[in-house]
Nanobody, 120 residues
């Protein structure tokens, strides 16, 4: 099982980016999916999560600016980021709680991260 993120890059303050994360491999089902971020010198923090049924949860500083969504048919989670600020600069990581096919083991998987840089 692997998670592959895409969509990061450099954007000016006030701009938008859309991140994608696709899960692939021996997947039986995916429960919650989410996005986390880690800025230099800081701990990794929650950005947003979404359940298999579509219920969402956001960190307070992202509410109203970021939107998480998922396409269950494609095993993909998205993060639409609007009104970006320099303090949003970080490596963004995708996370998914996955039940594997065949052995039905359950664990959390992480993507490799994608850099988002917001210039002032």
């Amino acid at each position: 099982v692997q998670l592959v993120e895409s969509g990061g890059g450099l954007v000016q303050a006030g701009g938008s980016l859309r991140l994608s994360c696709a899960a692939s491999g021996n997947i039986f089902s995916i429960n919650a999916m989410g996005w986390y971020r880690q800025a230099p010198g800081k701990q990794r923090e929650l950005v947003a999560t979404i359940t298999g049924g579509g219920s969402t949860n956001y960190a307070d500083s992202m509410k109203g600016r970021f939107t998480i969504s998922r396409d269950n048919a494609k095993n993909t989670v998205y993060l639409q980021m609007n009104s970006l600020k320099p303090e949003d600069t970080a490596v963004y990581y995708c996370n998914a709680d996955i039940i594997r096919r065949y052995d039905y083991s359950f664990r959390a998987y992480w993507g490799q991260g994608t850099q988002v840089t917001v210039s002032s």
